[in-house]
């Protein structure tokens, strides 16, 4: 096989551990890289790489404190920090399913395991190497956004290297999706399926069922995907949206309660599990799911005040319906904390949080500490910290503590 010339190629080495990136960074320099730049932790790798464009990256899943390998790569691909001619390998030393889940959610170019030799380390970064420098033109069109000329270039790339027509197709029929033209989608997925059973083929075809109303054609054959393969749970998400289309949400709710099962760190299926058993009134089930969401945030681009709502919401619910346990008036706590310290500056957020705090303190009938709440709240729209209460709160609140 031919043999990558490295010296050209630029690599960021994202690794917390001194003795892993030492011999990682001495494996690097043994294939001839010209330039090695090293990151500790997601933090410093995303400042990298927010200025400087990089042939490789090798990040380890572990990264100590702080984003782990998956966050990191989640949030690069939110910012479109990692151009498409970029190739990202994961390093991990766990082969825990919710490891593999995780990583393969958010489609690293492939991830190898610790401890991994010399020569199995280079032969791999030759291949991908060599499959992304066939692959330059379609790259180069993708991260300019002109998904025509892709799909263009693409086809081109599959007459002249035939090993990679089946790659050359997804990326015809992802661009297609994305252009939502759904007749030549499809068109591309059957050509695959009729020639091989890709799980991807059949998950792109689905979806553009989903997009043109075929939501029984496309339900079959999320469900196909679910069972041929547990490593597709992407395809719980769009059978989860199937659900909730057909106006069936408590069927979207198990749906999503078998994915989160499977692959727990995904934060958007948390949320959208807390979201559909809030909306059906199963307050315990969306209390969890937002409790998980919560710790997830912490280190998310996705990061957001209402996950932390939702989690307060839940726990309101809870005590508006029965004894709050000791353990939930813990969470409840907890999240507002957390709120404090990260979005407390929001006016908005502010005074949400002291309406949930209102409510959970009349739910247990302690009308004296809603009181002063309430007073705070007051004192401080006044002073423009929080937005001030509407009419409608401050004619409910004062019915509730029998002013």
Not at 82 to 111: C, K, N, R, W
Not at 284 to 296: H, K, P
Not at 377 to 384: C, G, L, V
Not at 394 to 400: G, P, R, S
């Amino acid at each position: 096989m031919h043999s990558q010339n490295f010296s050209k190629k630029k690599a960021l080495l994202i690794e917390d551990m001194a003795e892993a990136r030492i011999m990682q960074k001495k494996m690097l320099n043994d294939f001839g890289f010209g330039s090695i730049e090293i990151a500790m932790k997601a933090e410093i790798a995303i400042e990298l790489l927010q200025n400087t464009t990089f042939d490789v990256i090798l990040s380890d899943y572990n990264l100590g404190r702080g984003k782990d390998g998956q966050e990191l790569l989640e949030e690069l691909r939110h910012s479109n920090l990692i151009p498409h001619t970029t190739t990202y390998l994961m390093v991990t030393a766990e082969t825990s399913i919710e490891m593999v889940m995780g990583a393969i959610e958010f489609q690293p170019d492939g991830y190898i395991t610790k401890p991994f030799s010399q020569a199995v380390l280079q032969r791999r970064l030759d291949k991908m190497l060599t499959m992304k420098e066939k692959l330059l033109p379609v790259n180069l069109a993708l991260d300019a956004g002109d998904l025509k000329k892709a799909i263009t270039e693409a086809k081109v790339i599959a007459e002249e290297h035939p090993q990679l027509a089946g790659k050359c197709q997804r990326i015809v029929g992802e661009s297609y999706l994305k252009l939502k033209d759904y007749r030549n989608a499809i068109a591309v997925f059957n050509k695959t399926l009729n020639e091989r059973k890709m799980p991807w083929a059949l998950f792109g075809k689905a979806q553009a069922k989903f997009h043109i109303g075929e939501l029984d054609k496309a339900e079959q054959m999320f469900r196909q995907l679910m069972m041929d393969n547990r490593f597709f749970v992407s395809a719980y998400d769009w059978l989860a949206k199937i659900k909730m289309a057909q106006n069936l949400p408590q069927e979207a709710q198990q749906v999503l309660i078998d994915a989160v099962e499977r692959s727990p760190k995904n934060l958007m299926r948390q949320i959208e599990l807390g979201k559909v058993s809030l909306s059906l009134g199963d307050y315990d089930i969306a209390e969890t799911a937002y409790r998980r969401a919560v710790f997830l945030a912490k280190n998310s681009c996705y990061n957001s005040p209402e996950i932390y709502f939702g989690h307060l919401k839940s726990i309101v619910k809870i005590a508006q319906e029965e004894h709050l346990l000791s353990r939930h008036e813990g969470n409840f706590n907890n999240t507002l904390k957390k709120l404090h310290n990260l979005f407390f500056d929001q006016p908005s957020v502010r005074a949400t949080c002291y309406s949930y705090e209102i409510d959970l303190l009349l739910a247990k009938n302690d009308k004296k500490n809603a009181k002063q709440v309430f007073n705070t709240w007051s004192a401080e729209s006044n002073s423009k910290q929080t937005t001030p209460l509407s009419d409608e709160q401050i004619a409910t609140y004062q019915t509730a503590f029998g002013a």
